[in-house]
C-alpha cells in the first residue's frame, strides 16, 4: 500500500499537508503554505523528489550502545569477503547460439510494397 497526502489549514490558516503511512501514522508535515495551490505543488514536489532523494548523514558518530563496564568475551569475526571461496560457474543446459545468417538483405525488393500507379 502506499501512503496518504492530506492537505488541511493549520492553526494559523495557513495551507499544510502531512503524509501519513498506510497505518496512519504520520510520517512528515509540510512548512506553512500561503494558498491552497502552493500547498497542492509542495505536494508534487515531495513525490518527485523523494524516491530519488539521497541519505545525508549529519549527526555526529555516537556509539549505538555504551561501553560495557565488563569485560568482553571476544567475539569470531566473520571472513572478509576477500577470502571467501569462488563461486562455481553455473551449469549451461543449452549449446552455443547458432551463428546468425548475415547473407540475406534485410529489405528486398519483393518485401517493398510500391505504390500502385496512377
Given amino acids: 500500500m502506499t501512503g496518504t497526502f492530506e492537505l ?9 499537508f502531512r503524509l501519513k503511512a498506510p497505518d496512519g501514522t504520520v510520517v512528515a508535515v509540510s512548512k506553512s503554505f ?8 509542495g505536494i508534487s514536489d515531495v513525490r ?3 524516491g530519488m532523494g539521497l541519505i545525508s548523514d549529519l549527526c555526529p558518530e555516537v ?4 561501553p560495557a563496564t565488563t569485560t568482553s568475551v571476544p567475539v569470531a ?17 543449452h549449446g552455443p547460439l547458432p551463428p546468425r545468417e548475415r547473407t540475406r ?3 528486398t525488393p519483393a518485401l517493398i510494397d510500391h505504390p500502385a500507379s496512377v
Fill in 8 to 16: 488541511y489549514i493549520d492553526e494559523d490558516k495557513s495551507f499544510r
Fill in 63 to 66: 556509539p549505538l550502545r555504551a
Fill in 105 to 107: 538483405p534485410w529489405h
Fill in 77 to 93: 569475526r566473520q571472513a572478509s569477503p576477500v577470502a571467501m571461496p569462488p563461486l562455481p560457474a553455473p551449469t549451461r543446459h
Fill in 34 to 41: 500561503p494558498d491552497k495551490r502552493a500547498a497542492v505543488c
Fill in 48 to 50: 518527485e523528489y523523494a
